[in-house]
């Protein structure tokens, strides 16, 4: 797989339709936002910022003040991927938010979605 794409997509063309999914279901933006801090160590200022920069995933995430090592208890399926066989580090950190944002859709509380 080319993972060129998934590196060059920015973040902020990426972030609506996360928090779209999440509202379309009763969630909220906060809730994403939330889940985005949780992963990366990033706080509204930064992620706001990130946003108006247009930071593409691979500077979003290699940027990102600290990658949260629960992360790894995040597996399963998305996209028809298992996440825990992803070998890309970048391209599994993104599928990691999908599925937490994918949870958050789907009615898991918040507690289950940041691994507590």
């Known amino acids: 797989m080319d993972n060129t794409r998934i ?3 920015s973040f902020a063309s990426v972030y609506p339709h996360y928090i779209q999914k999440a509202e379309k279901k009763g969630r909220t933006k906060e809730e994403v936002d939330e889940i985005i801090f949780w992963l990366t160590g990033y706080d509204m200022p930064a992620l706001q910022q990130l946003i108006a920069d247009k930071t ?8 990102a003040p600290r990658f949260n ?4 208890k995040i597996t399963g399926v998305i996209c028809g991927y298992r996440i825990e066989n992803i070998e890309d ?8 938010l999908d599925k937490l944002v994918d949870e958050l859709a789907k009615g898991k509380s918040m507690e289950k979605i940041l691994r507590k």
């Open 56 to 63: 593409d995933f691979e500077h979003f995430f290699n940027r």
């Open 7 to 9: 590196y060059r997509m």
């Open 89 to 96: 580090p970048l391209v599994q950190k993104v599928r990691y």
């Open 69 to 72: 090592i629960n992360a790894t």
